[in-house]
């Protein structure tokens, strides 16, 4: 990083230059646990999420209280009440610990860390009330990429009728991108695909049973869709969802800025 630094303060290259090299510089190691990439938001615009699942409580402790320490922020995913009881235990008192329990995340954050508004704007539905978990998964983590999120849950097409008001305002919001999850058939994301300019990404959730159950018919049906500009992310991926979502609408957000100094000059 120094030797970038120096480059940039003797004019070789510009600060664009410099934030390209500064994106691929580091990875931490956490006492042979795991390796942290603690720079992946300079590189990526996309913050470190540590996983919890498979992980015992000591170990996701020790990892997050380590990418806090480095990056001023750890967001922790799909932890149980054991995780973030030991995230809760002598917590220092420099960090504050923020836990979403429905989504089974938390944000473990310094105290003097903000997150920087990006201006990106995105849509959030959800086709029933059991696929709100990964809805909340994906909103986490676009809000904490400085995301503005608009959302709506409980709005599948058993009841139609009730899709039309948000999505509506969802648009006139002039939102970049948007996540649709469903599970059962997973028939949401594609006909909100027939209906908006911008992209959608749809989550499966394995929110189902029988035949095609844990999210298979889900995902299977959200492929097999006909409207264009749909993507579609694993089973329960909230986390990809939303990250992929506010890549998309900060885009949007840092090039609609710069059209509009353009136009000042």
């Not at 996309?46 to 992980?55: I, M, Q, T």
């Not at 849509?123 to 999120?149: H, N, Q, Y």
Request: net charge neutral; glycine share 10%; proline share 3%.
């Amino acid at each position: 990083m120094k030797g970038i630094l120096e480059k940039l303060a003797r004019g070789e290259i510009t600060v664009a230059q410099a934030e390209r090299l500064l994106r691929v510089w580091a990875v931490e190691e956490v006492a042979g646990l795991a390796k942290l990439d603690i720079r992946r938001e300079i590189r990526r615009r996309v913050p470190e999420v540590v996983l919890a699942e498979g992980k015992t409580p000591k170990d996701v402790r020790e990892i997050a209280l380590r990418a806090a320490e480095q990056a001023g922020r750890a967001i922790i995913s799909r932890a149980t009440k054991d995780h973030f009881e030991a995230l809760r235990r002598s917590l220092p008192g420099e960090l504050t610990l923020e836990v979403e329990e429905r989504a089974r995340m938390a944000v473990l954050r310094q105290k003097d860390f903000m997150v920087e508004k990006a201006g990106g704007k995105i849509g959030l539905l959800t086709a029933g009330t059991s696929d709100i978990p990964v809805a909340e998964e994906a909103r986490i983590v676009a809000k904490e990429m400085g995301c503005e999120v608009l959302r709506a849950y409980d709005v599948g097409i058993a009841g139609i009728h009730r899709l039309f008001q948000p999505l509506k305002e969802m648009l006139e919001a002039d939102v970049a991108a948007m996540v649709v999850v469903a599970g059962r058939e997973g028939a949401l994301p594609a006909l909100v695909a027939g209906l908006v300019d911008v992209p959608v990404i749809g989550v499966p959730t394995s929110s189902s049973w029988g035949l095609g159950g844990k999210g298979l018919a889900a995902l299977a049906s959200m492929l097999q869709a006909c409207p264009l500009g749909l993507t579609v992310v694993n089973v329960d991926g909230g986390v990809a969802a939303g990250a992929a979502a506010a890549l998309i609408a900060n885009r949007v957000a840092r090039a609609e800025q710069a059209g509009g100094q353009e136009t000042n000059r």
